[in-house]
Nanobody, 117 residues
């Protein structure tokens, strides 16, 4: 099975940028469907992006990419807003997966992103 570790979170002012990384170990990430999710305090975990789709709230601002040689998936986040504040998780699935958390079997521990106004 694959293990996932997110990094790159932090505190940033509104309008700023961050790039999150999701490093995989155990198995090659290229054979998995991968997604990014986020969970704000008091809210349910919500979909952010897969390699082929984005949540409406992040379209045009966030970009997902992968480097198979580094076994890593990235989430470039630009023009950040206070509403983007959340713990961000990457997830992987051996089967077809899209925007529902329950479709993914493997999860990282999350990385905190805080956007100040």
């Amino acid at each position: 099975q694959v293990q996932l570790v997110e990094s790159g979170g932090g505190l940033v002012q509104a309008g700023g940028s961050l790039k999150l990384s999701c490093a995989a170990s155990g198995r090659t990430l290229s054979i998995y469907f991968v997604g990014w999710f986020r969970q704000a305090v008091g809210k349910e975990r919500e979909f952010v992006a897969t390699m082929t789709d984005y949540a409406d709230s992040v379209k045009g601002r966030f970009t997902i990419s992968r480097d198979n040689a580094k076994n890593t998936v990235y989430l470039q986040m630009n023009n950040l807003k206070p509403d983007d504040t959340a713990v961000y998780y990457c997830a992987a699935s051996q089967g077809l997966a899209w925007s529902k958390p329950e479709e993914y079997e493997y999860w990282g521990q999350g990385t905190q992103v805080t956007v100040s106004s």
